[in-house]
């Protein structure tokens, strides 16, 4: 099994800060990693794919980086509503595995 | 616009099984375009993939559920399923349904998600 670590865990800051969250994968993923934000009570919402892809509909303030083990999402600007859980997922192996999650909270 | 919707017991019984039913309206599932998947959140945590199901019936499971878990799809009725069995306190979480949906070829994301719904064994 891929096993996806992210961090740090948790993370405060400001509005219009730049932030940078990490996700490792325990073996070489290419660039098959995804990244979801999560608000709570609700379900994730895409915001990245294949490691540096934007969703359509997706603020531009949100980027991706990475490729192999190191991947990291970079949020530039934070908006009020930035403040969640973000989550990394592998789609490299069939058996898809997510990170445990970093949740922003507003400093 | 396409939608997803779980459906099914919020409490279930420890040693029982776990049945839940993913409707997909405004679209279909007969697509060789995506597949479709139930995934988990336990309170507090991270999110845990279960599995996926194609259209033509072809599965894949998380290693650390399989021989517990059996997903099914029916095309006819636009809808696919999870089954778990034997299910802890442990299975207790947010079961989520989404589609799968790929881009250049091969790298498949959750596109979309239905609301979840809690299942709690007790």
């Known amino acids: 099994d891929i096993q996806m670590t992210q961090f740090p865990s948790s993370l405060s800051a400001s509005v219009g800060d730049r932030v940078t969250i990490t996700c490792r994968a325990s073996?070489?993923?290419?660039?098959?990693l995804n990244w979801y934000q999560q608000k709570p009570g609700k379900a994730p919402n895409l915001l990245i794919y294949?490691?540096?892809s934007l969703q359509s509909g997706v603020p531009s303030r949100f980027s991706g980086s990475g490729s192999g083990t190191d991947f990291t999402l970079t949020i530039t600007s934070l908006q009020p509503e930035d403040f969640a859980t973000y989550s990394c997922?592998?789609?490299?192996?069939?058996?898809?595995?997510f990170g445990q999650g970093t949740k922003l909270e507003i400093k | 616009q396409v939608q997803l919707q779980e459906s099914g017991p919020r409490l279930v019984k420890p040693s029982e099984t776990l049945s839940l039913t993913c409707t997909v309206s405004?679209?279909?599932?007969?697509?060789?375009?995506?597949?479709w998947n139930w995934i988990r959140q336990p309170p507090g945590k991270g999110l845990e993939w279960i599995g996926n199901?194609?259209?033509?019936?072809?599965?894949n499971y998380n290693p650390s559920l399989k021989g517990r878990v059996t997903i099914s799809v029916d095309t006819s009725k636009k809808q696919f399923s999870l089954k778990l069995t034997s299910v802890t306190a442990a299975d207790t979480a947010v079961y989520y349904c989404?589609?799968?949906?790929?881009?250049?070829?091969?790298?498949?994301?959750?596109?979309?998600w239905g609301r979840g719904t809690l299942v709690t064994v007790s």
């Open positions: 989404a589609r799968g949906g790929y881009s250049y070829g091969h790298y498949w994301y959750f596109d979309l």
């Open positions: 294949a490691a540096t």
């Open positions: 073996q070489s993923i290419s660039t098959f």
């Open positions: 199901i194609f259209y033509t019936g072809s599965t």
């Open positions: 405004g679209g279909s599932v007969s697509s060789s375009s995506f597949h």
């Open positions: 997922q592998q789609s490299y192996s069939t058996s898809y595995s």
